[in-house]
């Protein structure tokens, strides 16, 4: 909870009491790059150590919460395959990242931030050199979609297969062939990140989840979609994720 805005009194109690710190009690204790660190990066009036503190500076002042974010953009597709006019290719997944709503968020260094976002993975596209299906790559989170069934019979083949949708950011299968041409290849994998932020209690973050791509649609078959993408944030046991977007609040 926010200390006093200016007019109000402020005491060495309040301090401790939003902040925390040892007795007997000390402002050296308090400035924005003491230990522990950024308790107070939300404050732009709350000095670095050298720097002169007064009861005034932390006006409006809050204790910043540590979280730590993971996510991962969707899937690409994998690619179809169709007889010697080149097999079409996957579409790549798209982005999952968050920007900041309303609130203030820093990075672990002090830096302000307004989002951040990771990239979807690539679609699968060209020949793999054999004449047969590929499966897509499995992501951090999960198996990979199968290549589909070849065949030598015509119209036989089958489409590839989507990852399941617990495997966030995994890829496509490519479509199946006749055995006779060369089959696609699958989808790839989106890359896993995890960062830890301090945001300011309250805070909005606007989650974005990113869509697998889709499959290449070919004349014998088609690829199977990529897995969309996903997030998740933590504040000690408290635990959201994200798997459509959505909106995140920064707790106390």
Not at 7 to 18: K, L, P, R, V, Y
Not at 98 to 107: I, K, N, P
Not at 116 to 145: L, R, V
Not at 217 to 232: F, N, P, R, V
């Amino acid at each position: 909870m926010a200390l006093q805005s200016s007019g109000n009194a402020i005491s060495f109690s309040d301090i401790q009491t939003e902040f925390g710190g040892e007795n007997p009690i000390s402002m050296s204790e308090y400035y924005q790059d003491a230990v522990p660190a950024l308790v107070t990066a939300n404050n732009a009036n709350v000095g670095d150590v050298g720097e002169a503190l007064a009861m005034s500076d932390f006006y409006d002042s809050v204790l910043a919460t540590l979280f730590t974010v993971e996510f991962i953009g969707g899937g690409g597709g994998g690619t179809g395959h169709r007889l010697s006019s080149g097999n079409p290719a996957g579409s790549a997944g798209r982005s999952t990242g968050f920007t900041v709503a309303s609130g203030d968020m820093f990075g672990t260094n002090g830096t302000e931030l307004t989002g951040i976002s990771t990239g979807g993975a690539a679609g699968g596209s060209g020949n793999n050199g054999t004449h047969a299906s590929e499966a897509g790559e499995a992501s951090y989170y999960g198996a990979d979609g199968a290549g589909g069934t070849n065949s030598v019979n015509y119209g036989s083949q089958g489409n590839g297969q989507p990852p399941a949708a617990t495997s966030y950011g995994a890829g496509g299968g490519s479509g199946g062939t006749s055995f006779q041409w060369d089959g696609g290849n699958g989808g790839r994998d989106a890359t896993r990140r995890e960062f830890q932020f301090y945001g300011v209690p309250s805070a909005s973050i606007t989650v974005t989840i990113g869509a697998g791509g889709a499959g290449g649609s070919g004349s014998h078959s088609s690829g199977g979609a990529g897995a969309a993408g996903y997030a998740k944030f933590t504040v000690g046991n408290d635990v959201q994720e994200f798997t459509s977007s959505g909106t995140y609040t920064v707790p106390s």
